[in-house]
T-cell receptor, first 117, second 112 residues
């Protein structure tokens, strides 16, 4: 049963602490996305990668957020230092995308709920 | 916990009736559209998709209609069931990119 796996599922931390969220995309998927979901903003695209290369991280606050794909089976989203306004559910999604114009659905993980006190 | 909260438009329908959920998109360069369903505490799940060269696509109990003239997308659910209660999002993809942007969502409540 192929699925996107995210850890941790829940994280409570204090302001100023570093937070790292991890995502294992579906095996064989070449495109990985990070989204943030809040009550006020809905689902916001933070960054995405294709074949492990970052294509767009314009949705991400650059001063404290960083996203990487150390290998094809792992994507990470790091916040350092964390702030209360970062509290949200962070979703990873993966898909199998061909050349631009050849598209498909995104498969989402269950999310990582972050609370920054 | 709730995935999206108090500011969502809500559609309440009687069990067995048909539901129509609407979505306005802004980018005329979008070439692919998806409807997702999100239940509380879970990630969004794919329902149905449509490419911009089509105006209608049908699945099992669901139909998506695309009107590019007015940049409008709708999801029709036939014979709505209690298990259809969730938040529904439309997503659009910008042509030439892999950028999927989600709408604000609509909460569907099915009344017994």
């Amino acid at each position: 049963d192929a699925r996107v796996t995210q850890t941790p599922r829940d994280k409570v931390t204090e302001m100023g602490q570093e937070v790292t969220m991890r995502c294992q995309p579906i095996l064989g998927h070449n495109t990985v996305f990070w989204y943030r979901q809040t009550m006020m903003q809905g689902l916001e695209l933070l960054a995405y990668f294709r074949n492990r290369a970052p294509l767009d991280d314009s949705g991400m606050p650059k001063d404290r957020f960083s996203a990487e794909m150390p290998d094809a089976t792992l994507a990470t989203l790091k916040i350092q230092p964390s702030e209360p306004r970062d509290s949200a559910v962070y979703f990873c999604a993966s898909g199998s995308m061909g050349l631009a114009g050849v598209t498909g659905e995104l498969f989402f993980g269950e999310g990582s709920r972050l609370t920054v006190l | 916990g709730e995935s999206v909260g108090l500011h969502l438009p809500t559609l309440s329908v009687q069990e067995g009736d048909n539901s129509i959920i609407n979505c306005a998109y802004s980018n005329s360069a979008s070439d692919y559209f998806i409807w997702y369903k999100q239940e509380s505490g879970k990630g969004p799940q794919f329902i149905i998709d449509i490419r911009s060269n089509m105006d209608k696509r049908q699945g099992q109990r669901v139909t998506v209609l695309l009107n590019k003239t007015v940049k409008h997308l709708s999801l029709q659910i036939a014979a709505t069931q209690p298990g259809d209660s969730a938040v529904y999002f439309c997503a659009e993809k910008t042509s030439g990119t892999y950028k999927y942007i989600f709408g604000t969502g609509t909460r569907l409540k099915v009344l017994a």
